[in-house]
């Protein structure tokens, strides 16, 4: 008796320790697991906060690299300089001259503030940029403004949505006929 019950401590000692051992084992391939679920998380949230009041648009990513469709230029007050770009869905569209647009085209508006070159003084140059404004094209989602949804920018951040109210009632309006983009190629 004296000499089997240390023995079984001992064993009870040696099982517990290697129980809290497994544990630590399952808790440290566990964590870097659930930091990385939490850290993925992260953007998508951030997304939903980026995204324009009413139609949830957001701006697409590497849109300085798309192709110009045309330049153009807003007087005073607001005296700025504007290039309309698209993505490849929107080029190849314009390019077969096709109206309507097909799901998928993104249009994006980028706006600077004018300013006269340092180095030449009747060249106009872009000075701060202002808003990005964009139009995306998906027919059922935004079955109610003509199959486009709509998102205005500045900083980064979807302004309010009375301004987001405005967008399809002047496109309507005014360009209707061109499946309610007013922006051709520039020759
Ligand atoms: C009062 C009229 C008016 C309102 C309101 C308006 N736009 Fe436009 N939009 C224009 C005009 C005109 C152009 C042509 C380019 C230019 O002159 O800047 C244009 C161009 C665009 C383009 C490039 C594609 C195209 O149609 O040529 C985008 C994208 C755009 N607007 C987004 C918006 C968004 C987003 C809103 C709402 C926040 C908005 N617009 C509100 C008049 C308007």
Request: with cysteine.
């Amino acid at each position: 008796m004296t000499l089997i019950e240390p023995e079984k401590n001992k064993r009870s000692y040696v099982t517990a320790i290697t129980l809290a051992v497994l544990l630590l084992v399952v808790l440290l391939t566990c964590v870097p697991y659930l930091v990385s679920i939490a850290l993925a998380e992260g953007p998508a949230q951030v997304d939903r906060a980026d995204a324009s009041p009413i139609f949830g648009v957001t701006i697409p990513p590497g849109y300085k690299q798309w192709e110009l469709i045309a330049p153009a230029e807003e007087a005073a007050p607001l005296d700025e300089l504007r290039a309309v770009v698209g993505n490849q869905t929107a080029i190849d569209a314009y390019q077969a001259g096709k109206l309507p647009f097909p799901d998928g085209t993104i249009l994006v508006k980028r706006a600077w503030k004018r300013k006269q070159s340092p180095e030449f003084a009747s060249a106009t140059i872009p000075g701060a940029a202002t808003t990005v404004q964009v139009m995306v094209k998906d027919s059922r989602k935004y079955a109610a403004t003509g199959g486009w949804g709509f998102g205005r920018f500045v900083g980064g951040k979807p302004v309010d949505e009375a301004q987001h109210r405005t967008c399809w009632g002047c496109h309507e309006a005014r360009a209707r006929s061109r499946d309610y983009v007013f922006t051709r190629p520039a020759p």
